[in-house]
């Protein structure tokens, strides 16, 4: 048992150490959890809230690799992205959809 606990531990930490897409999401969704907590969010709000942040950042992410964005990035919109939330990004996307259209 203990090998094959080492070798989940080896792959995570390959996976942390190679994949800066992983570490991107991770952090939105580390900061939009906590962000949500200190306000005194529900658990129910605080769980959506952090996949909703991890799936926006890896949209993100996707959109970056078509717009020839650095990858060394991903981790920056990522923080962001949790930082502000997803209510705010909507916000903001909308907003400067509805000036060029």
Same mark, same amino acid.
């Given at each position: ?31 939009? +959890?906590?962000? #949500?907590? @200190? ?6 709000? &605080?769980?959506?809230? !952090?996949?909703?942040? $991890? ?5 993100? +992410?996707?959109? #970056?690799? @078509? ?6 990035? &991903?981790?920056?919109? !990522?923080?962001?992205? $949790? ?5 705010? +990004? ?12």
């Amino acid at each position: 048992m203990l090998s094959h606990d080492m070798q989940l531990l080896d792959l995570l930490r390959a996976w942390w150490q190679e994949d800066i897409t992983f570490k991107g999401i991770l952090l939105s969704v580390v900061i939009s +959890v906590l962000r #949500m907590m @200190y306000s005194g969010a529900s658990w129910a709000a &605080t769980i959506f809230e !952090g996949l909703l942040c $991890g799936a926006l950042s890896l949209t993100a +992410v996707s959109a #970056m690799h @078509y717009f020839n964005i650095p990858q060394d990035l &991903t981790v920056a919109i !990522g923080g962001f992205i $949790g930082f502000i939330g997803v209510k705010k +990004v909507a916000f903001l996307i909308n907003r400067f959809l509805d000036k060029k259209i």
